[in-house]
């Protein structure tokens, strides 16, 4: 049984070098990851040349950039990007990558011919960009890092006014559409919710796994987590909670210089992580609770039956000190213990002779 789809994040870890994003995508393929996710962004489209960085990625980098002089260094260029494509197909692993502004938008859907997209945290609030990916009519995983239940729900309504071609658009009327049977539909049929605290990396005490169950009857729809905690315990642990995607983040290296190494998976824990998830998928198995074919075998030897404690003679009485319980469990099931008792024996019995 595999359901999960794991993405293995690669994000801006090539450090601008293709040469570094196929051995990424390499090492992928390699742990036996369902797809390989990149970050597609024109930097002077995405933040202002004086915003400062975040303080993990301070901590990180150890440099004290701004965040445009940081991204301007992790670019891939648009051709190199169809490299990895088709690097991509031609090893058959799944190519995704998140845009980050709109002509990026434009580029993976339109160029790339993406039928999926992830929308990271940071996005959910923007509703032109939400609206212009889901006018595509792509499939959407939905990040939800920093956000509330009720900023999740307005990101939705944006989706669904998009996937529904809806060209008037006002947030009113997104919000409006959002109540209609026709906007739970689409949403249902292209959306899935990734789980996600947004902190690199995430102590364990904020993952909060069991919100995965509140969004699951909060927004009837799939729901995944993107981890950002060391290690691959969370993941694995996600799985057997039902979560449907996977999606962490992986480096050749730990210390190569860059925001997102130190918090990423190293090939080796990559592989694990893969390989533990699909031992999960498989125990997991079915939900009604029955004997399996592989232990009915064991239940002759395992279970146990009425035998005589000593010899007993035809006619004598079962008592509390010629009846006792042993295996194995091929003659009267202990349930009838009390029934035998006082009962008059029809054959003789020798010592530990299975009652019949």
């Known amino acids: 049984m595999k359901s999960t789809l794991i993405i293995a994040e690669a994000g801006v870890n090539h450090n601008g070098s293709l040469d570094l994003a196929l051995q990424l995508v390499d090492v992928a393929i390699e742990a036996g990851a369902d797809a390989i996710k990149f970050q597609t962004f024109k930097t002077e489209h995405l933040v202002t040349k004086s915003v400062q960085q975040a303080e993990y990625q301070k901590k990180n980098t150890g440099k004290s950039l701004s965040q445009y002089e940081m991204l301007k260094k992790l670019e891939l260029s648009y051709g190199e990007f169809k490299k990895l494509k088709r690097y991509c197909d031609e090893k058959n692993i799944m190519f995704l990558s998140t845009p980050f502004d709109l002509e990026s ?59 529904a071609g809806k060209t008037d658009v006002s947030f009113a009327a997104v919000k409006h559409f959002y109540q209609t049977d026709e906007a739970k539909a689409l949403l249902g049929e292209k959306v899935s919710l990734l789980h996600c605290t947004t902190e690199y990396p995430t102590p364990y005490e904020d993952v909060h796994l069991n919100a995965m169950d509140d969004m699951r009857e909060e927004f009837h729809l799939p729901i995944g987590l993107s981890d950002h905690t060391e290690g691959i315990v969370v993941p694995i642990a996600a799985v057997a909670k039902g979560a449907t995607i996977i999606e962490k983040h992986f480096t050749l290296d730990k210390t190569l210089p860059g925001p997102d190494h130190k918090a990423s998976l ?20 079915e939900k009604e609770k029955r004997p399996t074919k592989t232990e009915l075998k064991n239940k002759e030897v395992a279970r146990k039956s009425l035998v005589a404690a000593q010899a007993i003679r035809k006619g004598e009485m079962f008592t509390h000190d010629n009846l006792t319980i042993k295996r194995p469990g091929t003659g009267i099931e202990p349930y009838y213990y009390w029934n035998y008792i006082g009962k008059r024996a029809e054959r003789d019995y020798k010592e530990d002779e299975v009652i019949e």
């Open 105 to 163: 938008v434009d580029f993976l859907i339109k160029e790339l011919k993406l039928n999926l997209i992830k929308i990271p945290s940071g996005e959910i609030t923007n509703a032109p960009y939400l609206y212009k990916i889901a006018s595509y009519g792509v499939d959407v995983i939905l990040s939800t890092g920093m956000a509330t239940k009720e900023e999740i729900h307005h990101a939705l309504a944006f989706l669904a006014y998009g996937f």
């Open 266 to 285: 190293n090939p080796n824990e990559l592989k694990e992580m893969v390989q533990s998830i699909r031992v999960v998928e498989n125990a997991l198995g």
